[in-house]
């Protein structure tokens, strides 16, 4: 015998939905707390009517589905305030830095110097060695003007 055939099935979906649960506080990812509410709703109406393992297999599937579509749409409308808005998107963050050309920008087209890195750039012609701003990104390419 197993712990799984001592467990009646409502029983196995509310303690798969504890360890969900617990798995989203050690491993924080705000993805297996919706998993967990649909094993959890599983667990209750197993407990609450008499279906099968293949309805409740089913049945947990369609509210995985629901709930993180639920909670998709409950983060995008409701949107966690970070104190550095700017913190996975490095190139917004280069905005206003003075940086150095390393290959000529000629045509539109040249490299620049940005901290240990070299970015494509864009804009107004300068030698090698001058100081540009970047005053825009396009993907991974800055967009520059003298300074």
Do not use: C
């Not at 919706?34 to 599983?42: H, K, L, M, N, V």
């Not at 290959?103 to 750039?121: F, Q």
């Amino acid at each position: 015998m197993t712990l799984l055939t001592l467990l009646e099935d409502h029983w196995a979906w509310l303690v798969f939905a504890a360890l969900l649960g617990i798995a989203e506080v050690l491993i924080p990812g705000v993805f297996l707390i919706w998993i967990s509410i649909a094993a959890a709703i599983t667990g209750l109406v197993a407990l609450a009517l008499p279906i099968g393992l293949p309805l409740q297999l089913l049945l947990f599937a369609s509210l995985s589905i629901a709930a993180v579509y639920a909670g998709r749409r409950w983060y995008a409308d409701h949107p966690v305030a970070s104190t550095d808005p700017l913190l996975n998107d490095r190139t917004a963050r280069l905005i206003g830095q003075t940086v150095t050309v390393v290959e000529a920008i000629t045509d539109g087209e040249g490299r620049v110097k940005v901290g240990d890195s070299v970015w494509s750039a864009t804009g107004p012609d300068a030698e090698v060695g001058a100081r540009v701003r970047v005053i825009a990104s396009e993907g991974t390419v800055l967009r520059v003007e003298r300074v």
